[in-house]
């Protein structure tokens, strides 16, 4: 990653999320929460960085952005070998959100991250539960062919 980029995902794309969503009644995360899912893997280290960032305005996000956002921390977290126990209650809000919702990819992977917090705890039959869980959902979306 060159220095620019670097510099773009930890400090600049930050400043504008909370600069850019403040000003508006409208504060809504929605564009920019799946571009930070997509650069996972290719920036784990940035974009844990980001979601670090980002949690000063927690407040202002909308309901299904917030659940999403604790998703991508969990996530991130996850990624750099970062601890997971303290996201299991932002699991547990995202759960609550998402259960009434259509978004499904995103209910299995709140199921898979929940998986993985007791996977942590070392409870294996309730990872195990958590995993079948997110597992259903997500074979349940329809294929696209």
């Not at 940035?46 to 996000?61: H, K, P, R």
């Not at 070392?122 to 539960?129: D, R, S």
Request: net charge negative; aromatic share 12%; with cysteine.
């Amino acid at each position: 990653m060159s220095h620019l980029q670097r510099l773009i995902l930890q400090w600049i794309f930050p400043v504008m999320l909370v600069f850019g969503t403040s000003c508006s009644s409208e504060n809504s995360f929605s564009p920019y929460l799946p571009v930070l899912d997509i650069e996972m893997e290719t920036y784990p280290d940035s974009i844990l960085s980001v979601s670090e960032c980002m949690e000063a305005s927690i407040d202002t996000m909308q309901a299904h952005d917030k659940a999403y956002y604790y998703i991508l921390l969990t996530a991130a977290r996850s990624v750099n070998d970062k601890s997971l126990l303290g996201c299991d209650s932002l699991l547990d809000e995202a759960i609550k959100t998402l259960h009434s919702n259509t978004d499904k990819e995103l209910l299995g992977k709140v199921w898979f991250y929940k998986g993985k917090v007791w996977e942590e705890l070392n409870e294996p039959k309730q990872a195990l539960e958590y995993y079948f869980n997110g597992l259903k959902i997500l074979e349940s979306i329809p294929q696209s062919e």
